[in-house]
């Protein structure tokens, strides 16, 4: 039987985890549902996507106003780690929580490859 979209998607971020110096990570949609995540359970992860969906929409805002294009990466860095936003395509962004002092250059690579995979399986008819 064929692979649903949602099994996909699921086996992407289990790739994506497999990077290491990961905490959290998942796929959210540009209206800020939660798609699927793989996160501590502490954390809301319908709470996270939201908050997460307002960050890339206010930068997306910011930079039309400004006038300086699309945005291709986010980066906030915190006390405890980093939180990387990736739009992947028009309908969702892949996010993640990186420890602190983690390789964010490998970290990135990453996240944009799994970003290109999720926009190809979303755009599936």
Not at 76 to 105: C, F, N, R, W, Y
Request: proline fraction near 2%; charge should be negative.
């Amino acid at each position: 039987m064929a692979e649903t979209k949602k099994e996909k998607l699921d086996k992407i971020l289990a790739r994506f985890g497999e990077v290491g110096q990961i905490k959290a990570a998942g796929i959210v949609s540009k209206e800020g549902l939660l798609i699927t995540a793989r996160m501590t359970p502490e954390m809301n992860e319908r709470i996270v996507a939201a908050l997460c969906s307002t960050i890339m929409a206010s930068a997306e805002t910011a930079s039309s106003q400004m006038g300086t294009g699309s945005v291709s990466e986010i980066h906030v860095k915190t006390e405890q780690g980093t939180i990387l936003l990736q739009p992947a395509g028009e309908k969702a962004i892949m996010i993640a929580l990186a420890e602190s002092g983690a390789q964010l250059g490998l970290i990135m690579m990453e996240i944009e490859t799994r970003a290109r995979q999720v926009q190809e399986i979303l755009e599936e008819v």
